[in-house]
């Protein structure tokens, strides 16, 4: 399984101090039944320099604990996961400013914004999207006094019903940019973009906005659960380089995370999964 398909062998497994891996991020789901701590442990032992963190983690570990943790360990926080629930009626504000200040706690400044479905038993899309636009709109001087980028993750529209109204980079950007790019941006995360014939001139029209590159792979068949559909670089059917090359060429330079929602990566031994995924990480995508 280590070996992707067009390998003719696994390369030695980079260690701290490669090169190589100066961007990469494990993003904390990627090794769920890893708490903070031995997220934390496990990039600092394999030479991994940044993480995004989960806020169900670092809430069970201490907000005030974890910072200290990650800061202690020389790691970046390359983002923080997550706000949502914009698209819902009757939405409090509340919880989106305090991930804002999680975020500016853990010395990130990126949240990632999962905006939401549609309301149970309700089919009305533009209103759901409409309801985003207003959340953002009351979130955004909030987040850019803290400090705090907003970054607006589209989502493949397999789960456009319940988890995120917005679809398409494209989408991101037409509501991103009504606000400074500094202040509100977009994701862009290869399992919910590669599909999309128009994804290579919406990256480049991305320029600036760029507030996170994630990556994994698109497995098929998919699972029962879509959700777990998300594979190991390589394992996949995605093309990562031309994508690298887009966001590169747009002017990115920040951190990339690998963010994995798969139900055997996650029964792996973590160690195993960090190695496996630092080899792939410069076989498949650099």
């Known amino acids: 399984m280590d070996v992707p398909s067009g390998l003719p062998a696994a390369i030695p497994t980079p260690g701290p ?69 914009l698209s819902m009626p009757g939405r409090s504000a509340e919880d989106g400013r305090r991930a804002v200040d999680e975020a500016a706690a853990l010395g990130t400044d990126c ?3 999962v905006v939401g479905g549609l309301p149970e038993g309700s089919r009305d899309l533009a209103g759901a999207r409409a309801r985003v636009a207003d959340a953002l709109a009351e979130l955004q001087p909030y987040a850019r006094q803290a400090g705090v980028r907003l970054a607006l993750e589209p989502l493949h529209p ?25 202040s ?5 995360d290869t399992f919910h973009v590669w599909w999309d014939p128009d994804v290579f001139r919406q990256i480049a029209r991305a320029a600036g906005r760029i507030a996170s590159f994630q990556v994994c792979d698109y497995l098929v068949p998919l699972p029962a659960d879509p959700l777990l559909g998300r594979g190991m670089m390589g394992d996949g059917v995605i093309d990562f380089r031309p994508l690298y090359a887009a966001v590169h060429d747009a002017g990115y330079e920040g951190d990339i995370e690998v963010e994995i929602f798969n139900a055997e990566v996650w029964a792996a031994d973590g160690s195993d999964v960090l190695a496996t995924m630092m080899r792939r990480y410069v076989t498949e995508v650099l």
Request: glycine share 10%; aromatic share 4%; net charge positive.
């Open 17 to 85: 101090g490669d090169e190589r891996l100066a961007r990469l991020s494990l993003n904390q789901w990627t090794t769920r039944r890893w708490g903070v701590a031995e997220a934390v442990e496990g990039c600092v032992r394999a030479g991994i320099p940044a993480i995004g963190l989960w806020r169900q983690q670092v809430a069970e570990h201490g907000l005030v604990a974890s910072a200290k943790l990650v800061r202690d360990a020389g790691l970046r926080v390359s983002s923080l996961c997550r706000a949502t629930g």
């Open 111 to 113: 949240l990632v914004v």
């Open 158 to 182: 397999v789960y456009c019903a319940e988890r995120a109204v917005l679809s398409t980079l494209g989408q991101a950007l037409d509501l991103a940019e009504r606000w400074p790019a500094d």
């Open 184 to 188: 509100v941006g977009v994701v862009v």
